[in-house]
């Protein structure tokens, strides 16, 4: 009777909430002038080896289909942008503004805010190196979660840079086969006690914890903030070095959301990965790009731990599963005379509902309440008039069934 | 560079269309007074193979994952239905009008307007027997279909009911075991020679045959039909008892939904199941139940097929892929006046891009018509000023930049 470890089911309010963080991302990322875009959940599991190598496929819900195909469940969106921008690249003038909204999967231990599958809203820009485009990808972030109600008191990107890191290791000329390693060590500094740290930046770790210890920045990290200060934008965000992001793939600004209080887990990530296409794509392909994700699930968390943006979203839940109209029909011969109403206050875009089988006035009083209706339209003694109740003030008008329809349209408290 | 067989990429256009559609299925799902819900896409096998047998396997996306548990995706949603509404029985009054959008697999040939992936819409009522319910569900069907465009010419819902056979398989006293096979020939009788399914009918051959010939109805369907006409939708539906609809756990009225011109393949179906959520549940649950399914692939095909329906769908997919202003930077040194603008603009809700580059201006009005732009902003020697530039009539204006958020407010072609 249950769904299997680390996978939901939405009940009603919860696909309520879901559809609600559903219609902010799609809208901001509209304003934006991103386009939506979707790629299949099920894909070969050589498109993730390629970018990931193979330790990948060990998180992965990946096995071999009837017809002998290695597939897998997608665990992230990249590789599919990839596959799908080099396969049409002559289709579309660039850059690409594209976001997607989709379900992902791994195969994880589960953890607070860690399921095995979760819906994530991708945002790319395809085939631009310019700084600018960072700057309009990292607003979008700020923006969609103050969308939530969310403010800078409850959250803050930290923003980076891949180069700030690599510049270093090649002024000190460390072997770029060793840097990954290093860069890991630096992801991890935070979660990690130091001597171990230390001991895996070996003959780096003087300069590199100070740097740690005491922050640092760059030209191009300064103009970024810049960027987002002419926006309004800049008390959103921290320059902070210690943000270098696990996977090998970015090379430039990297960022990762936090909520303020540092409770929960990233919100979500993102940066430049300007190699990555033309890697997918076996060098079929190559331009510049930059994205980032955030899941549905810590997200969240965050809105329910936040009193204005769960107000808003408690809200929009209720809204989404409400009725507009309930017909009570308190004489059963008049049950078709309410029918053919019905059908006309549905044929408007009303939502309306009404008793499928004779029942007792209170009992559809009650239903209505219970489905959140607006009006209740009383269907009996009075026909050919109909007794029109609004259900917030108890408010009770007669209105002949000719004149239902007009004077319906001059209610504010319904949906159409 | 392909996605699997049998699975879609959606472009932005395609993913317009896909949304365009599951729109319209949630917004007159929610008129009729239906509720979201949603289950995983992944469930145990056994879900599966409890209410289909094993042969249900053989099309299934199915393996062992990482935690030896046999699991599938999910080639249909009734079972976890069941599985839902049993454990949460208690929760919720019934009748629960419940409808769910969601992604399907089947590991099957592919042909036209069959994939290995579909999207459907499901709705069920559960817990009513009512066989007004019957009628509130097909009315339903008929609407959905209304709401793209499409008429009675269009389609149609063939309805039947499986007791008006199981009826006479009881007065010729056959065994019961020997029912489900003579349904399948009566359900195949239409696609399969006249002999074959002769053969299959045995001795009742003769007075099933006739009905096929004759056609047939029953106290059932008509006043199912009589419901339909109280509500004007009459036109919409035929009785026809050829349609028994191939799975066994339908219990009472069935009904498929085709194509007028007969071409394409079954656009929805559904019915009544009053045992299964008993099946099911092992008998923890007992309610009568009776739903239906829309597939994407195959509603998609009419809607191209017939000129208004594709008409309107055309005419939503321009406009969830257009924005409202374009910014154009005409002199690179008033950027940061536009950029601050442009954060304002989307402050308010408007779909609004800019260059993130300096571009010619030319190029620049290129890009605000290759995105759908109703107004072109154009920040250059006239600031403090802006030109307003109507892209639709050529019309231009100069408004002070403390009057633009005033003077857009008054636009009808913007999107907020």
Redesign the interface.
């Known amino acids: 009777?249950?769904?299997?470890?680390g996978?939901?089911?939405?009940?009603?309010s919860?696909?309520?909430a879901?559809?609600y963080i559903f219609a902010k991302w799609r809208?901001v990322a509209?304003?934006?002038?991103f386009?939506?875009?979707?790629?299949?959940?099920?894909?070969?599991t050589e498109l993730y080896r390629k970018k990931s190598g193979n330790e990948i496929v060990g998180q992965l819900?990946n096995?071999?289909?009837?017809?002998e195909?290695e597939?897998a469940?997608r665990p992230e969106l990249t590789p599919?942008l990839g596959?799908?921008v080099?396969?049409?690249d002559r289709e579309f003038?660039k850059?690409l503004?594209?976001f997607?909204i989709g379900?992902f999967?791994r195969?994880e231990k589960q953890q607070r805010g860690r399921l095995r599958?979760h819906f994530q809203l991708n945002c790319d820009i395809i085939g631009?190196d310019?700084p600018?485009?960072d700057v309009?990808l990292v607003?979008l972030c700020v923006?969609i979660l103050r969308e939530f109600g969310l403010t800078e008191k409850d959250f803050v990107i930290r923003i980076s840079d891949r180069e700030f890191w690599t510049d270093l290791l090649r002024a000190h000329k460390i072997d770029s086969r060793a840097w990954d390693e290093i860069l890991q060590a630096i992801d991890k500094s935070e979660r990690q006690p130091r001597e171990k740290t230390a001991e895996k930046l070996g003959q780096l770790a003087g300069p590199v914890l100070k740097l740690l210890d005491q922050g640092g920045t760059s030209e191009k990290l300064d103009r970024l903030v810049e960027?987002l200060r002419?926006?309004?934008?800049a008390e959103f965000v921290n320059v902070d070095v210690r943000i270098v992001r696990g996977l090998a793939y970015y090379t430039g600004m990297v960022f990762e959301v936090f909520d303020r209080a540092g409770k929960l887990r990233a919100i979500a990530g993102g940066g430049r990965y300007d190699n990555l296409i033309a890697q997918l794509?076996d060098d079929?392909v190559s331009l510049p790009a930059l994205g980032f994700a955030m899941g549905d699930v810590v997200l969240g968390e965050l809105i329910n731990a936040t009193p204005v943006a769960r107000g808003k979203m408690e809200k929009a839940i209720a809204a989404?599963?409400k009725?507009d109209i309930y017909i009570v029909i308190a004489k059963e011969d008049r049950r078709?005379d309410a029918?053919?109403q019905?059908?006309q206050l549905?044929?408007r875009?009303?939502?309306?509902?009404y008793p499928?089988?004779a029942e007792k006035v209170a009992r559809q009083f009650q239903?209505a309440e219970?489905?959140g209706a607006s009006l209740a339209l009383l269907y009996g003694d009075e026909w050919p008039q109909i007794a029109v109740k609004d259900l917030a003030t108890g408010e009770q008008k007669l209105i002949a069934r000719e004149d239902l329809l007009a004077h319906l349209q001059g209610q504010p408290s319904l949906s159409s």
Chains 1, 2 share one sequence.
């Not at 009777?1 to 470890?5: A, I, K, S, W």
Request: net charge negative; hydrophobic share 35%.
């Open positions: 009777m249950q769904p299997l470890p996978f939901r089911d939405f009940l009603p919860d696909c309520a879901r559809n809208e509209c304003r934006y002038g386009v939506e875009w979707d790629g299949p959940v099920l894909e070969p819900f096995f071999i289909d009837k017809g195909r597939v469940l599919t596959r799908v080099a396969a049409h003038k850059p503004k594209w997607s379900q999967f195969y599958e631009e310019s600018n485009a309009d607003a923006d960027g002419e926006r309004g934008l794509s079929a989404a599963n009725i078709a029918i053919a019905l059908q549905r044929d875009g009303y939502r309306v509902d499928l089988t239903a219970d489905e």
